[in-house]
């Protein structure tokens, strides 16, 4: 079966097709950094116009990369949340008309989902149950992961998601935006310890985060008299130290709690290289296994959405052609989330 990805619930524009024998068949991004940039973060009504913009071009390449028509696609499945509400419309609308248009079916899929099951497109994917530590822009959260659709969640964080503290960070140095990957950039040049960043919530006993403490930390020190520009380095570097070791700890420890031996980590800041060697080294200790997502497939894309979509299919969700209508749901919980529901 095939299944068309289509992804829009912020800054990307994602499309891709996953075959459930061949696998991923090509997938295709646009990402709207440039448009954003001169604002210093997104602006929710040229997403959404950029959006409307992209989509039938993405569409028509990544049909033309796999050497597809749109009748050899089986199924839709498209990010129906969370997100902007805007964003999200453009891709629900084109995939339910296309939906109605070729008599198949769509499936709305949670955009978290995209991002915890992306590890397992992978060619050496983990096996469940593992547990998953989901490091987006606006998200922060451990889970036991027991199946599809079977999400425990374990901690999460009570403010910032680690990738806006990246993010945040980056601004307040004044590094451009976008700033995460910048500051992680930037912090290979420097040397964590010169200057001194608390561990929030390090020994709070439980699988819960807190990054805005650490983004004022940072301030601190930025704003102090006789900080200068090439301090930054070294500022940078300690902030990172800082947030993978708090990352790693929690994410340790509910391996621990969990009694296993697999991590799966999700989401843009599994792309930070400090933080994966951090957590390759600690995991070997306890003889556990960290899988990540492709480097590229760890921000927003299609890929994710269309494996999503089939991994629901190939577990038995039932499905119908699609009728036209659609929701989106712009906050939505992953916990909110089911198994797929196998027809009776
Ligand atoms: P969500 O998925 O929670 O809705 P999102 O889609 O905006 O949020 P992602 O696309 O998963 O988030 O990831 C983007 C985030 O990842 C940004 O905050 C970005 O700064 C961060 N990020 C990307 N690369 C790196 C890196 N190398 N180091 C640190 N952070 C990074
Ligand atoms: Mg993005
Ligand atoms: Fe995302």
Redesign the pocket.
């Known amino acids: 079966m095939r299944v068309l990805g289509i992804e829009t619930?912020?800054?990307?524009t994602g499309v891709a097709v996953y075959d459930t024998d061949k696998g991923l068949l090509g997938h295709r991004l646009h990402s709207q950094i440039d448009l954003h940039a001169a604002y210093g973060g997104v602006v929710p009504e040229l997403a959404s116009r950029d959006h409307v913009r992209r989509l039938p071009l993405l569409l028509r390449e990544t049909l033309a990369l796999t050497g597809l028509s749109m009748r050899d696609v089986d199924a839709i499945a498209y990010t129906a949340g969370?997100?902007l509400a805007g964003a999200l419309l453009v891709g629900s609308s084109v995939a339910e008309a296309l939906g109605v248009a070729l008599g198949i079916p769509t499936l709305p899929v949670h955009?978290?989902e995209g991002?915890l099951l992306s590890p397992l497109l992978s060619a050496d994917p983990p096996a469940f149950p593992f547990v998953a530590l989901?490091?987006?822009?606006?998200?922060t959260q451990l889970m036991r992961v027991s199946g599809v659709g079977d999400y425990a969640l374990l901690g999460e964080t009570v403010d910032d998601?680690?990738?806006?503290a990246?993010?945040k960070t980056?601004k307040l140095i004044g590094l451009p935006y976008?700033?995460?990957?910048v500051?992680?950039?930037l912090a290979l040049e420097g040397t964590p310890g010169r200057f001194k960043l608390p561990r929030p919530m390090l020994h709070s006993k439980d699988f819960d985060f807190s990054f805005s403490g650490l983004k004022t930390a940072v301030l601190t020190t930025a704003t102090a008299p006789g900080f200068a520009p090439e301090d930054r380095a070294d500022l940078a570097a300690e902030f990172?130290a800082a947030a993978v070791e708090v990352l790693v700890a929690k994410a340790m420890a509910a391996l621990r709690h969990c009694g296993l031996r697999q991590l799966v980590v999700?989401?843009?800041?599994?792309?930070?290289?400090a933080?994966r060697a951090a957590l390759d080294a600690a995991a070997a200790k306890r003889k556990a296994r960290v899988f990540y997502p492709e480097l590229e497939l760890?921000?927003?894309n299609g890929a994710m959405i269309a494996f999503a979509g089939a991994m629901r299919l190939m577990a038995g969700e039932q499905v119908e052609a699609s009728d036209g209508r659609f929701a989106v749901r712009p906050r939505w919980s992953l916990q909110e989330i089911t198994p797929p529901q196998a027809a009776a």
């Open positions: 619930s912020c800054d990307e969370p997100g955009h978290l991002h989901l490091v987006s822009g606006g998200h998601a680690a990738g806006e990246f993010d980056a976008p700033g995460g990957p500051l992680a950039k990172q999700a989401g843009g800041v599994g792309a930070n290289l933080l760890c921000t927003d």
